[in-house]
């Protein structure tokens, strides 16, 4: 089976008080596994997003150093997919999974109540089989929101796709 591992926005606009044992973790985890690729996707904001436009947010902006891959993860990413919408299921995305081959992708990252939850069900919706690692994703808005957006997932991708780091060999 070949696999790979997805970080899904681990940047350092998105490290704070409930995100911040995420690298460090996640790095452990990479150490001790064994992908066949590791790939990370990065929100970059511009004045032209939904966020920017609608939301008002102005941070993330697009070659800012609050749009990098934090320094601890950024080694172990052979790709780096930018995205400037919640779902890093872009069209480069694809064409990268589907020229691979990749039979299993595995998610990691930051927000598991945005854009991990927006990544995942597009690539469940695209019928490739998918894994969310739980106690690998955190929310920026708090434990609440990530369980949150855990029981959504267990609806919706099924329950067997949503396991804990120590669950994947």
């Known amino acids: 089976m070949k696999k790979c591992l997805v970080i899904v926005d681990m940047q350092n606009a ?61 080694p172990f990413a052979q790709h780096i997919f930018d995205k400037t919408t919640c779902s890093g299921f872009t069209k480069e995305f694809r064409k990268y999974i589907q020229s691979e081959g990749f039979d299993r992708l595995f998610f990691c990252g930051v927000n598991t109540d945005c854009c991990v939850l927006a990544t995942v069900l597009a690539c469940y919706d695209a019928v490739q089989d998918c894994v969310v690692i739980s106690d690998l994703c955190a929310s920026t808005l708090g434990e609440e929101k990530h369980n ?21 060999d």
């Open 14 to 74: 998105f490290i704070n008080q409930y995100t911040e044992h995420l690298p460090h973790k996640t790095a452990k985890f990479i150490e001790r596994s064994c992908f066949d690729s590791i790939i990370a996707t990065r929100y970059c904001n511009t004045p032209e997003t939904a966020c920017y436009k609608l939301g008002n947010w102005k941070d993330c902006m697009s070659g800012t150093l609050d749009a990098e891959i934090v320094s601890v993860i950024k």
């Open 148 to 168: 949150h957006a855990l029981d959504l997932l267990r609806d919706n991708i099924t329950p067997d796709r949503v396991l804990n780091s120590f669950e994947i």
